[in-house]
Structure formats: C-alpha cells, structure tokens
C-alpha cells in the first residue's frame, strides 16, 4: 500500500513561489504516472497537473499552464510542483495523486493527505 505525503505548503504573498513535493513510501512510483489536484474551498477538486512515469510528458491544467511545472525524480522516490507566479486565486488544498498506470488518463488510485497553499493580495 503507497502512502503518499505532501510538504511545502505555506502563506505567500502575490507574485511569489513555492515548491510542494510529494514523498511517498511502501511502494516505488516509477511504474506510476504521478498528479497534482487542488481544492479551494466550497469547490470541487480539480487537476493540475500530470507527469507519465519517466518524466517524459507532462499535462497542465490552462489555469497553471506557463506558471506551474511538475517534476519527478524516480531515484528519491518522489513528485515536485514547482509554482510561481502564484495569484490569490491559486489558493486551495493541494492534493497529490498516483494514477492506476504508467501515463496519466486522469483516474486517481491513491492521495495524499494534502498541504494548504495561501496566496495572499
């Protein structure tokens, strides 16, 4: 069973960056496509996004797209987010996720916990 954990949430101020990274334990994610959702309050999780398992194709929500990229690294057994530019409206519960195969087609097997992101005006 894959426990996957979040860090690197956090207050920032407009205009600033943070990198969230997703560590996980009890299984290898290297067979896995990898994902970042978010969830502001009182609205429904969303994608973000989407890395197959090598690394090698990356998806983005339009939202994110040119501000946010995702990151792996097999070796440590782990999932980065890298976000800057951050607007106030990128404020939200940042979940990471592990897809059922090596390439992301959108289905979720497993989450994190999530880490809170505050982007303040």
């Known amino acids: 069973q894959v426990q996957l954990v979040e860090s690197g949430g956090g207050l920032v101020q407009a205009g600033g960056s943070l990198r969230l990274s997703c560590a996980a334990s009890?299984?290898?994610?290297?067979?896995?496509?990898m994902g970042w959702f978010r969830q502001a309050p009182g609205k429904e999780r969303e994608f973000v996004a989407g890395i197959n398992w090598s690394g090698g194709n990356t998806h983005y929500s339009d939202s994110v797209k040119g501000r946010f990229t995702i990151s792996r690294d097999n070796a440590k057994n782990t999932v980065d987010l890298q976000l800057n530019s951050l607007k106030p409206e990128d404020t939200a519960v940042y979940y990471c996720a592990r897809a059922y195969s090596n390439t992301w087609l959108g289905s979720v097997a497993s989450w994190g916990q999530g880490t809170q992101v505050t982007v303040s005006s």
């Open positions: 009890g299984r290898t994610l290297s067979n896995y496509a």
